[in-house]
């Protein structure tokens, strides 16, 4: 085989990789479609703890109440923007006190964690006035742990989409056409006419999902995709189409 050969076998078949193409048998071409676009987001969520401890798991739990309806009423307190908050009882157990090596044990102090989200426009500023205003009543912005994982929210801070579905329906169809052009791209370079679609399959959605693990604790939000960037909220499509080559 000349090099000159094996100069064009290796162009066609890098040009056939960029376009995202597998052909599943000589009568067909398949592809790969993709779209991806950048929104701005219209909600934010501010995630805060609040714990109570106490000698009695009785006095925790009056602790903790006490400190959730303070931290509540600071953020609240002159700020109508605040659309909702959500409050979920993470745990009820032992303060994390205690030290490894460690002999001389004290006893248990009971305590209970809670975990407040905080629905509000998509405004940094005003983000940052209710965290500082959170703390200083004695919320905290992390899970007091002794565990953490990769890939945990770091971020005190999401914003999300609050209607993400005609989005998603609007990407899907950017993404057909995408496959659309690149098997015609294929066809025309392969010297054939496509046929009908013989099959439309693997439609995927992607971005940050709105389930994300905050110290092994999953946080729910509302909304379907989140990202710590108020201006850069993700959503990806892919969708792969197989076409038949007309016959002569």
């Known amino acids: 085989m000349t090099t000159h050969v094996k100069s064009w076998i290796t162009g066609v078949a890098a ?17 790969s479609g993709t779209a991806e676009k950048t929104f701005k987001a219209d909600v934010g969520y501010i995630v805060l703890y609040v714990q ?17 309806e303070a931290v509540i009423a600071a953020i609240k307190e002159g700020r109508e923007e605040i659309k ?4 979920n009882l993470l745990e009820i157990g032992e303060k994390g006190s205690h030290f490894y090596g460690n002999q001389d044990r004290e006893p248990p102090r009971p305590q209970l ?7 509000i426009p998509p405004r940094p500023e005003l983000a940052v006035e209710i965290i500082d205003s959170a703390i200083r009543t004695g919320a905290t912005l992390s899970r007091q742990s002794h565990t953490s ?12 989409l609050l209607d993400s579905e005609q989005h998603e329906i609007a990407l899907k169809k950017e993404a057909l056409e995408d496959a ?12 054939v006419k ?55």
Do not use: W
């Open 15 to 31: 040009m056939m990789l960029t376009l995202g193409i597998f052909a599943e048998d000589a009568g067909t071409i398949a592809v």
């Open 52 to 68: 109570g401890d106490g000698i009695l798991m009785v006095d925790a739990v009056k602790k903790a109440d006490e400190n959730t």
């Open 84 to 87: 909702d908050i959500q409050i």
């Open 113 to 119: 964690s809670r975990q407040l989200i905080v629905t």
């Open 149 to 160: 994982y990769s890939g945990d929210l770091k971020s005190a801070v999401v914003y999300g």
């Open 180 to 191: 659309k052009q690149k098997a015609e791209a294929l066809a025309e370079l392969a010297g």
């Open 194 to 248: 496509l046929a009908n679609v013989k099959s439309i399959g693997c439609q995927s959605i992607s971005g940050i999902h709105h389930q994300i693990r905050s110290f092994s604790q999953m946080i729910e939000f509302p909304t379907e995709y989140v990202d710590t960037d108020p201006d850069a909220i993700k959503i990806g499509a892919s969708i792969s189409m197989t076409f038949e080559i007309a016959g002569d």
